[in-house]
């Protein structure tokens, strides 16, 4: 009775990690890499860079996606209303997307931080405005206390920087183990993931419609893959203990600052995080947009470039921008975002 218990166990794992394996190249064929591997040292960056149009009113732009994403998701929601104003990076973080993962010092924002400042020297990028989203925010902040000297500005973006009540999800504590881990990465999170990928993306989007071909676009079935799972696992659960210890360095970013969020995020409390960031840091400027949830860089996009417009030195009324951006959205509660502009 054991052994035959055994044998059907073994053939289940098996099953379900040929499953995976077949699904994850699957994922791979629908979202090939649309950026370029750069060797910086013992390990290459994937990115999509764009280089300075001849008519370019702002300086370079480095773009920083948030966990469980890519390089796409920043790169649908800014390279179109840009691409004739700025040269841009959107990179893939460490162990995400098509980029690898490196040593153990990526498993930290100031890593990965310090990784994007290397690819910014490989690629010609002497000092950039840095724009972070959500866990991006975290590096995005490491950056500018890391290497003042190629920060212009930094603009959070419904940031992850604090210190937060409780822990993190089960399946994020289970991806990080050791074995256990390596084996529920390579069994259960495709099959299991697939069957919420709709659900996980429009809850990141809530209260606030999510556009119609957003998924599409930009790839979130990429993190289901074997490796960027754990590693986004692993990123995720070391986030706690490391802005435990780092946010209180925030008072010593000197870079000019713009924190845009929404008061309905459920994904990251802004009262603990963009408050804390406005607090911290001095003369940064929080906007904080009414009915607006956890995806400004889409819903809030107009008051996110006059953001970096204003990091660049132009003169713009960040609050004013914001309180009609209010108004916008309160017009479509209820309404389904329109199809995401072409990047052609």
Request: glycine content about 10%; proline content about 7%; cysteine-free.
């Amino acid at each position: 009775m054991l052994l035959t218990f055994v044998i059907v166990l073994l053939v289940m794992i098996a099953a379900s990690l040929g499953y995976s394996a077949y699904h994850a190249a699957q994922i791979e064929r629908t979202y090939p890499n649309i950026g370029e591997l750069t060797d910086i040292g013992g390990f290459r960056m994937n990115a999509v860079h764009l280089a300075r149009p001849a008519d370019a009113d702002l300086p370079p732009l480095i773009f920083i996606h948030g966990a469980s994403g890519n390089l796409r998701d920043q790169f649908e929601a800014f390279s179109h209303p840009l691409r004739q104003r700025a040269e841009m990076l959107f990179v893939d973080r460490p162990g995400h997307g098509y980029s690898e993962r490196g040593g153990p010092e990526n498993a930290v924002p100031s890593g990965q931080a310090d990784s994007i400042a290397r690819l910014m020297e490989k690629r010609g990028i002497n000092e950039a405005i840095i724009v972070g989203h959500s866990f991006g925010g975290a590096i995005a902040a490491a950056f500018a206390l890391r290497h003042p000297d190629r920060t212009i500005g930094v603009l959070f973006l419904a940031p992850a920087t604090h210190p937060w009540p409780g822990g993190v999800d089960w399946y994020y504590t289970l991806a990080a183990m050791p074995f256990l881990g390596w084996l529920f990465t390579r069994s259960l999170v495709v099959p299991m993931g697939m069957r919420r990928l709709e659900s996980g993306t429009l809850g990141v989007f809530r209260p606030n419609a999510r556009p119609e071909d957003y998924v599409a676009k930009t790839g979130p079935a990429l993190v289901l893959r074997p490796h960027a799972f754990r590693n986004n696992a692993v990123d995720v659960a070391r986030l706690l203990a490391y802005v435990t210890a780092e946010s209180p360095r925030y008072r010593e970013i000197t870079a000019p600052t713009v924190i845009i969020t929404g008061d309905s995020d459920g994904v990251v409390l802004e009262e603990l995080h963009s408050r804390g960031l406005a607090r911290d840091i001095p003369g940064a400027e929080l906007i904080t947009i009414r009915n607006l949830g956890h995806k400004p860089d889409y819903v809030a996009n107009d008051v996110a470039i006059a953001a970096m417009e204003k990091l660049a030195g132009l003169p713009r009324d960040l609050q004013a921008i914001g309180r009609q951006a209010e108004t916008r959205i309160a017009g479509l509660t209820g309404t389904a975002m329109p199809a995401l502009e072409p990047n052609g």
